[in-house]
C-alpha cells in the first residue's frame, strides 16, 4: 500500500467553494498535528436569491427571431471568484517561501477552479490532492482521512 505523505510543515488546504481552511502540520508524516494559519469563509447565497432580474433577449441579425439569453449563475461565479483569492494567496506564499510542500483537498469543481489559478510554483510543491469535500469537518477528521494508506 502506498501513503499519502503530509510532510512536516506542510499546508494543507482543505476548501470548496465557500470556505477554505489553511493548515500546517506541525506533526510528522505518520503522527498529523495539523495546525490552523488561516480560515476564509465567503457569504455565497444560491443564485436565484442573488439574480432578481428576468434573462435578457437577442435579437437575430437575419428575420425576426428572438431568444432568451442564458442567466448569469451568481452562485457559481462567486465560488470561482473565493477560489481565485484563495489559489492567488497561495501564490503569494510560495513566491515568498513559505512553503516547500501543499497538500489541496476539495471537491471536484473547486478542484478544478483552484488548479486552474495556481502559479508553476504552487503546483511543484503539491504533494497530493484529495478529491473529497471536508470542510464541514473537525481537524482530528481531517488528520485520520490523511493518514489512511491507499492501495496501489
Do not use: C
Amino acid at each position: 500500500m502506498a501513503r499519502r505523505t503530509v510532510h512536516n510543515h506542510a499546508w494543507v488546504l482543505v476548501g470548496d467553494g465557500r470556505k477554505a481552511l489553511l493548515l500546517r502540520n506541525e506533526g510528522d508524516p505518520d503522527l498529523l498535528n495539523l495546525r490552523r494559519v488561516e480560515v476564509r469563509e465567503q457569504d455565497n447565497p444560491p443564485t436565484h436569491e442573488q439574480g432578481r432580474s428576468a434573462p435578457g433577449r437577442s435579437f437575430s441579425s437575419v428575420g425576426a427571431g428572438r431568444s432568451a439569453v442564458e442567466t448569469t449563475d451568481w452562485h457559481d461565479l462567486e465560488e470561482e471568484r473565493f477560489a481565485i483569492s484563495v489559489a492567488e494567496t497561495l501564490n503569494r506564499a510560495a513566491e515568498n517561501g513559505l512553503f516547500k510542500h501543499l497538500v489541496v483537498v476539495a471537491p471536484p469543481r473547486a478542484l478544478a477552479d483552484l488548479r486552474a489559478h495556481f502559479s508553476r510554483r504552487v503546483q511543484d510543491r503539491i504533494t497530493f490532492e484529495l478529491n473529497k469535500d471536508l470542510t464541514g469537518h473537525p481537524i482530528p477528521d481531517i488528520e485520520k482521512i490523511l493518514s489512511v494508506r491507499e492501495e496501489d
